[in-house]
């Protein structure tokens, strides 16, 4: 359901265009790791591989789940919630292995939160925490990179911004790339290996909106 309403959310609010490497591959039992710059960049990741027929298990901040509708959605539908910094967090990792095992795509936001920055320009991902390697020493599963841009277009910026973002992105039709890498099998400096893969995928998006900005960074 998430990714059918994203399907129709995220082209009445911008123009998304989506890309993939001539060796790129979303079989069953994949991990997806995708850059993280915003509150609206998982509905078009969502919105852009549906387009390409998958429909992923997302691992969100455990936040979500608290929100009545949205949290019954993701629940019902068997996504994994994201107790950071606590006990449960390892939970997570036990659900997604067992979403792998069962041949669900997996989608993971490896940096673990949103960049400080107020400003609406691109920027390389931050540093991965360990949690993408992690899974992928665990299940053997190939990580596809994703590399989204645009989406700060969108929220970015104060709560006030966002929201104003939000609300104006309709009528100002902001553009949006979404490219995806092809897999790679992550070893022993997996968490460095999965962040340049990534940050290739974001690149080649960015180039897509012409942000040469971004590419110097």
């Known amino acids: 359901m998430l990714s059918r309403i994203a399907a129709l959310v995220v082209p009445a609010v911008g123009r998304l265009s989506v ?17 993280h710059t915003s509150l609206a960049d998982p509905a078009i990741v969502i919105a852009a591989l549906h387009r390409l027929g998958a429909e992923p298990v997302i691992m969100a901040t455990a936040g979500l789940w608290r929100i009545p509708v949205l949290g019954r959605a993701l629940a019902r539908e068997g996504h994994i919630p994201v107790f950071r910094g606590d006990r449960r967090a390892a939970a997570a990792l036990d659900e997604a292995a067992d979403a792998l095992e069962r041949g669900r795509l997996v989608l993971i936001y490896a940096e673990g939160g949103l960049p400080r920055r107020r400003d609406v320009a691109e920027a390389a991902p ?29 929220t970015s910026g104060s709560a006030v ?3 104003a973002g ?16 092809a897999p790679l099998a992550l070893t022993s400096d997996g968490t460095v290996c999965a962040r340049n893969a990534v940050t290739t995928a974001w690149r080649t998006a960015a180039a897509h909106l012409g942000e040469a900005a971004a590419l110097a960074a």
Do not use: C, W, Y
């Open 161 to 163: 911004k966002q929201l």
């Open 126 to 154: 931050g540093m991965f925490r360990s949690g993408l390697a992690r899974l992928a020493e665990r299940t053997g599963a190939p990580v596809v990179p994703v590399g989204q841009a645009g989406a700060r277009r969108v």
């Open 166 to 181: 939000l609300v104006t992105a309709p009528v100002r039709r902001p553009a949006f790339h979404v490219h995806v890498g």
């Open 19 to 35: 890309t993939a490497d001539p060796s790129a591959e979303l079989a069953p039992g994949s991990i997806i790791a995708a850059n």
